[in-house]
Structure formats: C-alpha cells, structure tokens
C-alpha cells in the first residue's frame, strides 16, 4: 500500500497542488503489527513510514458519505477474496464482535452499500484489479450487486490490468469507453522519490550504484537456484550484485543471509536497522537493472526507469497466491504487467531455470536487451507515457467530483 500511496501523492503534486488528502484505513498498522515482538514492530511501522497521517476508518464510515471525493488506490480492495481476508482479520484481531459485523464493514468501506447515489457520483476507482476473481465470485450475488452499483456509480473507473477493465465494462455494460489505467505505483517519478522519508541507511552514495539490485519474495525455485542466476547475470553484466532490502528483516533477510551471505551480495542491513521508504526508491534508482520475482519491485523499477527483469512461476498449490491468484484459476499479475507494457523480453518464466540449455538462452537474450538502449528505454517510456495519462484522467475525474461538491 505504502508505493500505492506515494504514487497518489505524486499525481497530487502534480495535477492538483494545494489538495489535502485522508488517509483511512480499515485496520491501522499499529492494529496489524500489536502481536508482533517489539523489534519487529518497530521495524513494521517504520517500513510504512511516510510523509502522510493514516487514520482509522471504523468510527469514520460516515465521514465518506460527505467527502468532496472518495479515491480508492487499486489493489486488491474490490475483488471477492479480499472482502473475505480483510473480514476474516477483522475478527482474529478482536476488532470486532462477529463474523456478520465484520462483513457488513469490509462492504460498507469497500462498496459504500449504505451510502446515497449522489455520495457514489464523487467515487474515482484508481488503478484497481479485479484479476483474481473467479466464475464462482461472479455467482455471488451479493457481490456482483455491490461490485456493480460502486463502478456502475462512481465518477470514474480505472483498473491497472486489461482483464479487469473488460470486467468493469461487461457490469456498465458500456464498451465504448476505455476503463483501462495503471498500478498508481507508477504514477511516482524519480524526483517524487527524493521527498521520501530516508536514514542514514543509504547515507553511501556509492552503495548499490550499478549493481543488479536483488530481491526474492515470492520464490518458487530454490534460492541457491536464484542465486546461481543472479551470479550468472553479474559476471555477463560485469557488475556487483546489491540485495534490496524490500521485506521484513524476519524470514526474508535470514534467509539472505544464509543463501547469499557477503561479501558476495552486499546491502543487507545490520541486525536492528532497518530501510525507510526513501531508502528503498533511492537504492533502486542507482541500479543498472532488477532481478526480482515480485510484483511491485518490478513496477517500481520500470517506474523510475531501472529495468526489471522478472522471474515467475505462473501457478502456485495455494489457495490464493497473491501473485497469480486462486488455486485452478491461475493468472499471474506479474506476466500481465510485462505484457500490458510489452516488456516481456524481461521476463523469465521458472522453468526457463530448470536446465543449463534453457537458462545458458535466456541468458544470452537478456544481456542482449539489457545492453540495448531501445529495449529498455522502449519499455521505461511506456510505463511513463501511460502513467502520465492515466494521472491526468485522474486529476479531471477528482476535478468533476469537487465541482459536485462546490
């Protein structure tokens, strides 16, 4: 949510200076993070710092009916699974009372269901998904009238991937109009970046500066695997490779340490430290590419104008990755991404990793695209180019929804 938001903050700044925003949230950070041992939430709040006040919505459900405008940054926030995750956490932490409360308030923050048709006219919908919603979602039919009166209502309708918008226009029953937008993470631009919250952390300004800035989080071969490739793309490239601290210091940096311990990755933090979100944008603006297997680097990345290459296994034997979606149904956000900026020269299927011939091949290709200008400046210019349009459709839907206000 944090790139989510600094995204929304740079269209702000842009197209409507002067604009205040609020910030609510369902369940606070402080909520999320109180069962966790003190370092670690320390570490969890601090992750999330920002130049921006988060405010609890549950007593403030109300205060949407009467906003100038309501803008919901995309994501997960609207698909089926969600409203299911969201209220199933609302009970494990005790914030509610049962399990029909906690469902009548996902719907009621999510959906609006018991706010008037004119407050749904100031809504903007802003980079949503519906990617991972199924035949038997759609067989719900408390949630397709829900899902269809907040998108058949709201001032404007954006989602970040091309399936998802053909499913807001099936429920308007309107296709002649696009819904298509982008990840709003996109919407941040390099000099954004620098009005982020830093420490000393990235007080080097040599750490990290052209390496292969490395992350996995979401692995699906084995890290020594990863590693050995990552080595591989190193020695091609002549150049160092840097872990990005992107995860929680527990499970994602141990396990660094033990895969790929230094001097041979450099970058991971001390024990007790830990990257504020201006770290980890500014770190990945000194590499010379991404070598990642997670979403949101990825975008980040092409965002700021780093290559990304992506590696990815399309199915997963959970109930639902967050990375391709519902066991059965799979549809990888990541290969949607790629595909939807034409970038998938950059990505590698896992089982491209799997024998020497398959991998020695990829290989070759991408020290090709990644030492050619037209490749990658081709792909960085078209996150850019729809970044810039899809802020600009932003900024005159929030601009129709005040003049309603007025």
Same mark, same amino acid.
């Given at each position: 949510?944090?790139?989510?938001?600094?995204?929304?903050?740079?269209?702000?700044?842009?197209?409507?200076?002067?604009?205040?925003?609020?910030?609510?949230?369902?369940?606070?950070?402080?909520e999320m993070s109180r069962t966790l041992p003190a370092p670690l939430r320390d570490e969890f709040l601090g992750r999330q710092r920002l130049p921006v006040t988060m405010e609890g919505a549950r007593d403030r459900l109300h205060q949407l009916h009467e906003a100038d405008a309501v803008v919901y940054l995309g994501d997960f926030t609207h698909m089926a699974f969600h409203q299911r995750v969201v209220a199933a956490r609302l009970v494990a932490q005790h914030l509610v009372e049962s399990p029909a409360q906690a469902e009548a308030l996902t719907a009621r923050f999510h959906f609006l269901v018991d706010a008037p048709d004119a407050a749904l006219a100031r809504v903007v919908v802003l980079?949503?998904?519906?990617?991972?919603?199924?035949?038997?979602?759609?067989?719900?039919?408390?949630?397709?009238?829900?899902?269809?009166?907040?998108?058949?209502?709201?001032?404007?309708?954006?989602?970040?991937?091309?399936?998802?918008? %053909?499913? =807001?226009?099936?429920?308007?029953?309107?296709?002649? !109009? @696009?819904? $298509? *937008? /982008? #990840?709003?993470?996109?919407?941040?631009?390099?000099?954004?970046?620098?009005?982020?919250?830093?420490?000393?952390?990235?007080?080097?300004?040599?750490?990290?500066?052209?390496?292969?800035?490395?992350?996995?989080?979401?692995?699906?071969?084995?890290?020594?695997?990863?590693?050995?490739?990552?080595?591989?793309?190193?020695?091609?490239?002549?150049?160092?490779?840097?872990?990005?601290?992107?995860?929680?210091?527990?499970?994602?940096?141990?396990?660094?340490?033990?895969?790929?311990?230094?001097?041979?990755?450099?970058?991971?933090?001390?024990?007790?430290?830990?990257?504020?979100?201006?770290?980890?944008?500014?770190?990945?603006?000194?590499?010379?590419?991404?070598?990642?297997?997670?979403?949101?680097?990825?975008?980040?990345?092409?965002? %700021?104008? =780093?290559?990304?290459?992506?590696?990815?296994?399309? !199915? @997963?034997? $959970? *109930? /639902? #990755?967050?990375?391709?979606?519902?066991?059965?149904?799979?549809?990888?956000?990541?290969?949607?991404?790629?595909?939807?900026?034409?970038?998938?020269?950059?990505?590698?299927?896992?089982?491209?990793?799997?024998?020497?011939?398959?991998?020695?091949?990829?290989?070759?290709?991408?020290?090709?695209?990644?030492?050619?200008?037209?490749?990658?400046?081709?792909?960085?210019?078209?996150?850019?180019?729809?970044?810039?349009?899809?802020?600009?459709?932003?900024?005159?839907?929030?601009?129709?929804?005040?003049?309603?206000?007025?």
């Open positions: 949510m944090s790139a989510l938001i600094v995204g929304f903050e740079a269209l702000l700044r842009r197209h409507l200076p002067g604009t205040v925003p609020r910030y609510l949230q369902l369940i606070s950070g402080e980079g949503g998904t519906l990617q991972f919603d199924r035949l038997r979602d759609e067989f719900d039919a408390v949630h397709q009238q829900r899902l269809r009166r907040l998108v058949t209502g709201a001032a404007d309708v954006t989602m970040r991937d091309p399936e998802s918008a %053909l499913r =807001v226009a099936e429920l308007r029953s309107d296709f002649e !109009r @696009s819904f $298509l *937008g /982008v #990840d709003n993470a996109t919407l941040l631009q390099r000099e954004d970046a620098a009005a982020l919250p830093r420490s000393a952390w990235t007080a080097n300004p040599d750490a990290g500066r052209g390496c292969i800035g490395l992350f996995f989080g979401r692995a699906s071969r084995p890290l020594e695997r990863l590693r050995d490739c990552a080595a591989d793309l190193a020695r091609a490239l002549q150049c160092g490779v840097h872990w990005l601290p992107w995860g929680m210091s527990r499970g994602y940096h141990e396990l660094a340490y033990r895969v790929l311990p230094p001097p041979e990755v450099r970058g991971l933090p001390e024990d007790g430290q830990y990257p504020l979100p201006g770290d980890l944008y500014e770190l990945l603006g000194r590499y010379r590419c991404v070598l990642t297997d997670t979403y949101h680097v990825a975008v980040v990345a092409w965002s %700021l104008g =780093v290559p990304a290459v992506c590696i990815a296994h399309s !199915r @997963s034997d $959970l *109930g /639902v #990755d967050v990375s391709c979606g519902p066991l059965f149904a799979w549809r990888d956000k990541r290969q949607t991404f790629y595909s939807s900026c034409q970038a998938l020269d950059f990505f590698v299927h896992a089982v491209e990793l799997d024998t020497p011939e398959a991998w020695s091949a990829r290989l070759a290709h991408l020290v090709r695209v990644l030492g050619d200008a037209r490749f990658t400046d081709a792909v960085a210019g078209r996150v850019r180019r729809h970044a810039e349009a899809a802020g600009q459709r932003a900024a005159a839907a929030l601009r129709r929804c005040f003049a309603l206000s007025a």
